[in-house]
């Protein structure tokens, strides 16, 4: 579609907004960065007002200069969605947009190899930490990190066997339960850290920082799990309808707090496909 079509025009001004398509696909390839991997059209409506055409002229040029792959996966009712990851070039550009966006400098970019079964999953991270940014914008929050689980759970374990190979293990769990308090993760009353699917830090209009853990839940999740990190003050999301009932049944849906991740695997075939 060439430049200057009154379609591209149209998306360039959805919703009000005057973001140019630039910004959009910096945004837009820092998001596929950050989460490792996201569904085409979850970034369609999050970055590009949701608009194919757009959308499409922005991944076909990250496609061309080697930057993205698409991927296929496949919903728990059967349908198809497209997923976007970064190639080692994209994750060198990506981390220059990042930069130039004033994300915090030890933001981590990667490239990930998504698993078909943990698609539905870790593709909804993405949704529920794009309700959570809308909601600290409505306070002027500003996002300056965002960190998965394997990063948290990274950081803790190498600090713990770094304390373990010198003093032992009981060095080694007051270790981890330090640095665990270090990166706002709370313990549950055995001791054990609690890690939430994604954390996002900010800084508030008046520049004090705060986080926020994101936990999204799916409908064979256990009960006792989830009760523990609702109580310890996750933004708790339901990836599915299953999922959603859950949280319903433990009282913990219907709140502010809490949302259904409508996604890619629950529309109709026909309208995943940009």
Request: charged share 30%; aromatic share 6%.
């Amino acid at each position: 579609m060439r430049d200057g079509h009154r379609r591209e025009y149209a998306a360039s001004r959805a919703r009000g907004s005057t973001i140019s398509f630039e910004d959009r696909c910096a945004g837009a390839l820092t998001d596929i960065g950050v989460f490792g991997a996201v569904s085409y059209r979850d970034l369609a409506e999050a970055r590009f007002g949701g608009h194919p055409h757009t959308t499409r002229r922005a991944v076909n040029a990250w496609i061309r200069k080697g930057w993205v792959q698409e991927h296929r996966a496949t919903g728990p009712k059967g349908n198809p969605f497209k997923i976007l990851s970064l190639t080692r070039e994209g994750v060198v550009e990506a981390r220059k947009k990042a930069a130039r966006r004033g994300m915090d400098p030890a933001q981590r970019i990667q490239t990930r190899r998504m698993k078909p079964a943990e698609a539905g999953h870790d593709t909804a991270i993405y949704r529920a930490c794009r309700k959570e940014r809308q909601r600290l914008a409505e306070r002027g929050a500003t996002v300056r990190r965002v960190r998965l689980d394997a990063e948290l759970k990274s950081a803790v374990a190498r600090a713990s066997e770094a304390a373990r190979l010198k003093q032992g293990k009981q060095a080694a769990d007051a270790e981890r339960h330090r640095i665990a308090r270090e990166l706002g993760l709370p313990l549950d009353d055995t001791g054990k850290v609690l890690y939430p699917d994604a954390q996002i830090e900010y800084a508030d209009a008046e520049g004090r920082t705060g986080r926020v853990n994101i936990e999204v839940a799916s409908g064979n999740y256990r009960e006792p799990a989830l009760r523990a990190k609702a109580a310890a003050g996750f933004a708790m999301h339901a990836n599915g309808p299953a999922a959603a009932g859950l949280l319903r049944k433990l009282g913990l849906g219907g709140s502010e707090r809490g949302s259904w991740l409508r996604g890619p695997t629950d529309r109709d075939t026909a309208s995943v496909e940009l």
